[in-house]
């Protein structure tokens, strides 16, 4: 079964560029997350996706950021226009609810580096 | 609102030797905690969790966590370190919001293991 698998695995771009980045959950799960760590710091919480619905977006920094998960499959964060700050890494993850305790299982990460 | 604590942002073992990272939380409600490991380059995997069954936790490549409310922890510990532990490891805690998971992370702590 694939994992959680995130386009592209890096990216340069120039201040003020726009950026969009891919998610594809395990298939079959209807939770989708949205993280993001960037330099030095611990890895926060931007939003979370109930099949194609937001169901929390608390965590999203401004408007220059749209996340969107369409049909509730795939999911996209767009960054527009790009700043410096935006630099880090952004991490998709994925869970379905189970006995088990919803365990959230990450992507590989999306590396962005805004110059 | 739930909080991570990870004391030492660092830490160095010898190969061989104990291995063990620190956990704190801050809970409302009785937690679900996880601990994560990343690679170099590499995403975010899951080592082991904890969600209200058995206080000591096994997890993957040897290691453990025990829950202990008392004192708010969930200490990783591996007997024996490797060299292929070195890695940064992620200690979190869960809320469940509509169905999944928000995970809070702490700050991260980086393992080196030395010969």
């Known amino acids: 079964e694939a994992g959680v698998t995130q386009f592209p695995s890096h990216s340069v771009i120039e201040k003020g560029q726009t950026v969009t980045l891919r998610c594809d959950p395990i298939s079959g799960h209807d939770n989708l997350y949205w993280y993001r760590r960037v330099m030095g710091k611990e890895i926060k919480f931007l939003l979370h996706f109930v099949k194609e619905s937001k169901q929390d977006e608390s965590g999203m920094p401004n408007n220059r950021f749209l996340a969107e998960r369409t049909g509730g499959t795939y999911s996209t964060l767009k960054v527009q226009p790009a700043e410096l700050e935006d630099s880090g890494v952004y991490f998709c993850?994925?869970?379905?609810?189970?006995?088990?305790?919803?365990?959230?299982?990450f992507g590989e990460g999306s590396w962005l580096t805004v110059v | 609102a739930q909080s991570v604590t990870q004391l030492g942002s660092h830490v160095s073992v010898s190969e061989g030797a104990l291995v063990l990272l620190r956990c704190n939380y801050s809970?409302?409600?009785?937690?679900?905690l996880f601990w994560y490991v990343q690679y170099p380059n590499q995403g975010l995997q899951l080592l082991l969790k904890y969600t209200s069954a058995a206080t000591l936790v096994k997890g993957i490549n040897g290691f453990e966590a025990e829950f202990k409310k008392s004192e708010t922890s969930f200490h990783l510990t591996k007997p024996s370190a490797h060299m292929s532990d070195a890695a940064e490891y992620f200690c979190?805690?869960?809320?469940?919001?509509?169905?999944?998971?928000?995970?809070?992370f702490g700050t991260g702590t980086q393992l080196k293991v030395e010969l």
């Open positions: 979190a805690v869960s809320v469940f919001t509509g169905g999944g998971n928000k995970l809070t």
């Open positions: 809970s409302s409600v009785p937690p679900y």
């Open positions: 993850a994925s869970s379905q609810f189970d006995a088990d305790g919803n365990t959230i299982y």
